[in-house]
Structures are given as structure tokens and as C-alpha cells.
């Protein structure tokens, strides 16, 4: 029979001490796809939920059978979340490891395709661009609510997943959980942990644009009850469709774990990855349409040939340097099977050195010597874009859960406390007086060109958040068929930031008597208060395989909860003078198990209204926090398997994103949000053939959005909605190899995958491409 892995309901990587009956029973339930809300009645014995909860906690394990993978979790991992997913009062993905696996992502920005709505859709602000994971969900930039374990990860780095469980994505104000987060979500990478059990598994793939990656997973029992695991990743590779961007990094993640199968466990984990990138800064949206010429004097323009996508506009000297180190200590003791304390200790640090050539196409910028030979039309590589910055954390998570009843109500309690000091440094880089690239052609240009001058100009900014916070969790049930779902957390938070900059410049200090361009003090904020969150819940259960429930949630983000930067400036929401940005939400939703527990389906109606937002007043031209903007929708989604050999995860959501009050956002001058596309869906099957071969698929929809507001002209102000197909085959040779073919973009779909605020410059769409993949194991 052939090796596969059963992992539902099993997804965190610990397990309480059980007798060995004890322990072969939870395994064969866990097996047999018990559901985990089978234990969740009111009228369940003490002895079974424990029994269920230690089920919860096992490690995945492989067994050889004849069925195909199981996308369902029914388990998140972090303790705040005291119920399994289908009595949860939230719209949550859970992208796991065999999906992301099958589909060949190998980042947070690819593997999170699988929820509907959730993407890179922007690509900068104006002249700068973008860089890492910069995410879009329900409306809202969400790129600074990224966690790892439970823990804010900081820097606008690409997040590789060769160290990840699954992927936990939760929509909806989400501060309760987390402290200060993005008004419509959060997005949690859980990593992998020691094991009992050996085993050796890996990968070497090679595909279409010379892309390289090896990675391998080294897990090794020690004695009885302590593993070592060792993950490794190494990677080589150019962009499908894009000339001369590389993505090029290595990481290794060697971790311990003792007392595994004990009431005490630790594990000790390290991550270093290291980036040496060439980033990706687009291409001109000359010739697309919406695109008209910048330049009333040169309506030519307004008909000119788009640019080839694979055009690189940078130089030799673009580069995207980063380094990443983040250690964890994790502590757990089961203090009986209704009471258990968690401990969670990280320091993490990003470095960051950058360097892209950004552009933008004004009329001054693009030039065109010969109107009727565009061969001779150049554009200004304008716009270096430098970032210098580390980002630091520290952090302490003490976490307490317990059961226990009142009467005829039984709890499930989550209660904590967390510490964290979060720091972020950047130094300014500039080119040299008089130093500057030359002109780029628009149709070909030359990447070999370079001889920029640049050091650094004496500006820097530091900027201290630190973060005092208490919550409080607790699931009241009423019987078989009533739960009410409470949770509150208060946040204290002190920061401090400054900076010195150029002065004369665009977002530099006056001069005053000194001279342009001499480096002065620019911003000394402080910054301090508290923020209240909370959410409440009502679940009923019609059958014990189904819920339907409502919800009510809060969060706030104080001003530089983002980035840790305040600022001066009257019109930044980073102004230490203005309130928190305040999120509420409501959300209507049902979810049910059904064919024997084998699929999930889940369906919800949400709003989102986020107060507190700034708005100029057109009488006075000053700005107050009275607009407010709203998103409203719904989602329904389907994962987990059609029959033993046939496993789905699909996903479709509609939104309207809108202004309530204020001014407009968008570059048409609508009340729609920006990078939100009105609808969007996503779907991924595979099905196991009787004799080795999986043979699998999926369709990804993005709605048409709209940009940001400024003053470009003639830019498009929109992107059109598109589809796109993949496939993938894998057939498994013998015990210890498999081969998976990934065919990505199967009908070769031309689209614009993100466009930047201006509108000047829009990331193409990966072209048809293949990876083929030998996935090793022993």
C-alpha cells in the first residue's frame, strides 16, 4: 500500500502524557476521522473530552493506506481559540501542509491564493515599490497583522514556508486575539515542531525560468520522549516571464523537543534564512488599457504599444538583501487533563538592505525624440528606492487554559499575559550630488547599465513600541445545543520615535537658516494609551455535526501600530495627536460537517465599519478623524475530501468595499476602496487513481479593482478581473519517491497581478510555467 499522511484533527504538534491504551485509543480515532466535535456536547463524560483533547494534540503521523490527502483541520493552534473550527464564531482558513505541497507554493504570498480575497494586489506608493508579502484582505492592507506562532513577525519581507505547519488565516477584526491588527484580519504561519517518531523527507525540484529548490525535513527521536528536527531549504531560481529577477535564498531550522508524550514539554527552535534577491520593479503601463498619454501635447501617446511584461527597467546595481534570524522557546505543563499552562519566549531580528530602480512615466519623465519610432522613447530611471532597516522583537506569552463547570454551564478558559518590545531602525541612503542612471528605453531596455553613487546621508529613524496586555477567553456551554463565545483584552502600549532627515526635501524638515540637504532634527514623538478589545459570540447547534452562530468583534490600531514610525505630518495617520483607528464588525455565518465528516462547508455575511479615519476639510483644509469606511460581504468556502480518494479546498467570496464618509480613495473619484476586487474565488481538487497517480487542479478568480488616488496623469484606474488555471500530477514511483509536475497559468492568462498607487508601473502576470518536483522520504 502506498504511504500517505492522515492529519485531520491532528495539528498541534504536542500531546499530553496518556497511558499506552489510552494513547493507541486516541490514535485510532484520530485514524478514523472521529470528529472533534463529537466531545464538545455539554453531556460529554470528563474521561472522553479528555480523551478528544489529547486526540487534538497529537503529532501527525504517516501511515500507508490507499486514500488520498485531507485538506480539513479542524484545529487551530493557538490556545486563545478554545473550540474546534466548526463551532468557531469566525470566517477561518486553515491552508495546510499537503495543500500547499500540491500546489508547489513555496511562499506566505503563493500558498494564501487559497483564500478567496486575500493577495498582493498592491505594488507601491507612488515612486517607491512595494516589497515582501504586502497583503490586501476585505479592503484593507493587512501586511503588518502577520504572526508566527502567535507572535507579530515584523519587516516587509517574502516568508518562506519550507518551516511551516499550516497557515491560519482569520477575517475579521481580530485585536481581541492579537492586539493591534488591521481592521479586517489576521494571518497566522505555524511552525513545524520535533516529533517522536524518525523519519526523513525532502525535495529537489527544477523548473521553467532555471527555477532551482532543494529543502529537507530531518526528524529523529531521541531516548523516549525528545526529538530533534532539522529543516533546510536552499534556493536558486529566476521568474517565470520576468527578465533578470531572481529569487535566490537558503534557511535552516533546527529545533529540540523534550518531554514529548509527557505532562511537562519544551522545545527550543532557531530559523535563519537569508535572501541575496534581485527585486522585481515592474513594468510600464504604457499601452494597457485605461491608458491614456500624461501629455496633452503628445496624444500619440494615448495609442502606444504596450511593453513587452518580461521588460526588466532596473540596473545591475537593484538588489534585495535580507537576513532573518528568530529563536522560540516554548514551554508547556499539563497541570491535569482541564488545566494547562503555555509559555512562548522570542526574539526575532530583519535586516534589510534594498536597492530598485523605481520609475515613474510623467510627461517629463518620457521622453520621445521621434513620435513615429518608438524605438527611440526612453524613460527616466528617476526614482532610486534605498531601505536600510532592522526590525527587532522580544516577547513573552503566558498563556493558562482551563475546563471546568458551574452548575449546569461548563467553561472552556483561555486566559494570558504578554510582554513585547518591538523596534524598527533605518538609516537614509541617497545618491550622490550630480550621480544619476541613465535613461532606460522604454521598449528595450538594458539591465547591464549601472554606475549609480550613493552612501549614506546621515538620516535615520528609530522607533520603540512596547506592550504590556492581558485577555481574557471563555466558551459558556449551555446544554447540547447553546455556547456563548467571550473574549476581551486590554493592551498598554508606550511609543517612542525619532528621526533626522534631509531638510528641503518632500517629507524633510524646513531649512531655516541651514542649507538644502542638511540633515536635521525631524520627528521626537512620544506616544501612549490603551486599547480596549473584545468580541462576543452566540452559537447554536440544530445537530451536533452543524452551527450556526453570530458574532460581534472589536480592534483598534493606534497610530504607527503599522510600522512603529510616527509622524509630524497632519494629513498621517501616524500622527501621535490622533486617536486609535477603530474596527467593528458583524458577522452572520453556519458551518457544517457532512459526509461522514469528511467535508466542511462554511458560509457567512460580515460588515466591517472602520472609524476614526482622516479626512480633509475642504473648508479649512484641515484634517479630522470623522470618515469612516465599511466592507460588507459574503463568503462561503468547502474543504476536506468528496470521498477517500477525491480532496477539495474551494473558497468564493463577494465584497463591497466602500467609503461611508470622506473623501474618495480611488483614482476615479468612487467611493470604492482600492486593491479589493468586488469578488473573488479559489479552488483546488486532486483525485487519486488506483494505480499511483494523483492527478489535481484548480481555478483562481480575481475581480476588477481600482487604484489609488493621486495626482498621476493618464495612468488606468483600474485592473480587469481574470481567471486562472493550474494543474498538477504526481505519480509515486516507489515507497521512497514521488514525482509532481506543477503546470501553472495552464491557458497562459495575460493580466495585471498588482498595480502601483500612481498607476505608472503594474506587476505582470506569471506566464504558463512548469516545476517538476521529486519529493523523497525514508
Known amino acids: 500500500m502506498s504511504p ?20 493507541t485509543t486516541a490514535l485510532l480515532g484520530s485514524l478514523t476521522l472521529v470528529p472533534a466535535h463529537a466531545a464538545t456536547s455539554a453531556n460529554t463524560s470528563s474521561a472522553d473530552a479528555a480523551l478528544i483533547a489529547q486526540a487534538r494534540n497529537l503529532p501527525h503521523v504517516q501511515v500507508h493506506g490507499s486514500a488520498g490527502v485531507d485538506y480539513r483541520i479542524d484545529e487551530l493552534s493557538s490556545h486563545k481559540f478554545t473550540q474546534p473550527l466548526l463551532d468557531t464564531t469566525q470566517t477561518i482558513d486553515i491552508i495546510g501542509r499537503d495543500l500547499i505541497q500540491q500546489q508547489g507554493a513555496t511562499t506566505l504570498s503563493e500558498a494564501l491564493r487559497n483564500s478567496p480575497g486575500v493577495g498582493t494586489f498592491y505594488a507601491g506608493e507612488n515612486g517607491a515599490t512595494s516589497t515582501g508579502d504586502t497583503m490586501y ?3 484593507f492592507d493587512s501586511s503588518g497583522s502577520i504572526f508566527v506562532d502567535g507572535v507579530r513577525d515584523l519587516g516587509s519581507v517574502s516568508r518562506d514556508v519550507f518551516n511551516i505547519e499550516q497557515i ?8 481581541t486575539e492579537y492586539g493591534r491588527t488591521a481592521p479586517t484580519g489576521a494571518i497566522n504561519m505555524v511552525s513545524k515542531r520535533p516529533q517522536p517518531d524518525s523519519a526523513i523527507s525532502g525535495s529537489l525540484g527544477y523548473g521553467s525560468a532555471s527555477q532551482r529548490r532543494a529543502t529537507a525535513d530531518w526528524n529523529q527521536a531521541i531516548g523516549e520522549d525528545a ?44 530559523l535563519h534564512v537569508k535572501h541575496d534577491n534581485v527585486p522585481d520593479g515592474g513594468v510600464s503601463t504604457i499601452g494597457l488599457p485605461g491608458y491614456a498619454s500624461p501629455d496633452p501635447t503628445r496624444p500619440f501617446l494615448s495609442d502606444a504599444a504596450p511593453v513587452d511584461p518580461h521588460n526588466f527597467y532596473g540596473t545591475r546595481q537593484d538588489h534585495d538583501d535580507v537576513q532573518a534570524d528568530m529563536f522560540t522557546a516554548i514551554i508547556e505543563h499539563d497541570f491535569s487533563d482541564d488545566l494547562a499552562v503555555h509559555d512562548t519566549l522570542r526574539w526575532g531580528r530583519t535586516r534589510q538592505d534594498y536597492l530598485l530602480t523605481s520609475f515613474t512615466a510623467t510627461a517629463a519623465n518620457l521622453s520621445t525624440p521621434d513620435p513615429d519610432d518608438p524605438s527611440t522613447w526612453t ?20 498563556n493558562l487554559t482551563a475546563s471546568f463547570s458551574t452548575g449546569a454551564v461548563r467553561h472552556d478558559l483561555s486566559a494570558g499575559i504578554e510582554l513585547s518590545r518591538e523596534e524598527a531602525a533605518t538609516q537614509g541612503i541617497a545618491p550622490l550630488p550630480g550621480s544619476t542612471w541613465p535613461p532606460a528605453n522604454l521598449y528595450r531596455p538594458d539591465s547591464d547599465q549601472g554606475g549609480l553613487a550613493y552612501a549614506r546621508n546621515g538620516a535615520h529613524g528609530h522607533g520603540k513600541t512596547d506592550t504590556v496586555a492581558a485577555y481574557l477567553f471563555d466558551t459558556l456551554k449551555f446544554g447540547e445545543r447553546w455556547q456563548l463565545n467571550a473574549g476581551a483584552r486590554l493592551d498598554h502600549y508606550r511609543t517612542r520615535f525619532v528621526s533626522t532627515d534631509v531638510c528641503g526635501g518632500r517629507r524633510g524638515p524646513a531649512c531655516g537658516s541651514h542649507p538644502v540637504g542638511t540633515v536635521l532634527p525631524s520627528v521626537d514623538a512620544r506616544l501612549s494609551g490603551d486599547l480596549p478589545n473584545y468580541k462576543l459570540g452566540v452559537l447554536f447547534k440544530p445537530v451536533a455535526a452543524g452551527s450556526i452562530y453570530a458574532n460581534f468583534a472589536i480592534s483598534q490600531e493606534p497610530p504607527g501600530g503599522n510600522t512603529l514610525t510616527l509622524s509630524n505630518a497632519s494629513n498621517s495617520a501616524d500622527n ?7 474596527a467593528r464588525a458583524v458577522e452572520l455565518g453556519t458551518k457544517w460537517s457532512v459526509l461522514g465528516d469528511k467535508l466542511l462547508l462554511t458560509g457567512a455575511l460580515y460588515r466591517t465599519t472602520v472609524s476614526n479615519d482622516l479626512v480633509q476639510d475642504p473648508t479649512d483644509g484641515l ?13 462561503i468556502g468547502a474543504v476536506g475530501r468528496i470521498t477517500e480518494r477525491w480532496a477539495v479546498s474551494a473558497g468564493y467570496t463577494r465584497m463591497d468595499a466602500k467609503v461611508i464618509h470622506g473623501s474618495a480613495v480611488t483614482s476615479d473619484g468612487s467611493a470604492d476602496l482600492p486593491y479589493t476586487p ?21 481555478a483562481r478568480h480575481a475581480g476588477g479593482m481600482k487604484r489609488g488616488s493621486d495626482g498621476a496623469i493618464g495612468t488606468p484606474a483600474f485592473t480587469r478581473g481574470y481567471w486562472v488555471f493550474d494543474a498538477m500530477a504526481s505519480l509515486e514511483v516507489n515507497a521512497h519517491v514521488d514525482l509532481q509536475l506543477n503546470v501553472n497559468n495552464v491557458f497562459d492568462e495575460h493580466y495585471v497581478a498588482a498595480i502601483n498607487k500612481s498607476g505608472y508601473r503594474y506587476t505582470p502576470a506569471m506566464p504558463r510555467s512548469a516545476m517538476l518536483t521529486a519529493q523523497l522520504r525514508f
Open 379 to 398: 524613460l527616466a530611471r528617476s526614482n532610486p528606492t534605498f531601505k536600510h532597516q532592522t526590525n527587532r522583537i522580544l516577547t513573552n506569552q503566558t
Open 623 to 635: 484634517y479630522y478623524q470623522v470618515g469612516r469606511k465599511r466592507v460588507q460581504g459574503v463568503e
Open 168 to 175: 491560519e488565516v482569520s477575517k475579521g477584526p481580530d485585536g
Open 576 to 582: 501621535p495627536d490622533l486617536a486609535p483607528q477603530r
Open 227 to 270: 526529538a530533534f528536527r532539522l529543516n533546510v531549504m536552499g534556493q536558486d531560481s529566476g521568474v517565470p516571464g520576468r527578465d533578470r529577477v531572481r529569487n535566490n535564498r537558503w534557511g535552516v531550522a533546527p529545533s529540540l523537543g523534550f518531554g514529548l508524550g509527557t505532562a511537562t514539554r519544551v522545545y527550543l527552535d532557531y
Open 137 to 139: 484582505m476585505r479592503g
Open 678 to 698: 468586488t469578488s473573488a474565488f479559489t479552488t483546488w481538487a486532486t483525485y487519486r487513481l488506483p494505480f499511483n497517480l494523483t492527478l489535481g487542479g484548480g
Open 4 to 23: 500517505i499522511k492522515s492529519r485531520k484533527h491532528l495539528v498541534r504538534p504536542t500531546f499530553p502524557a496518556m497511558a499506552p491504551g489510552l494513547l
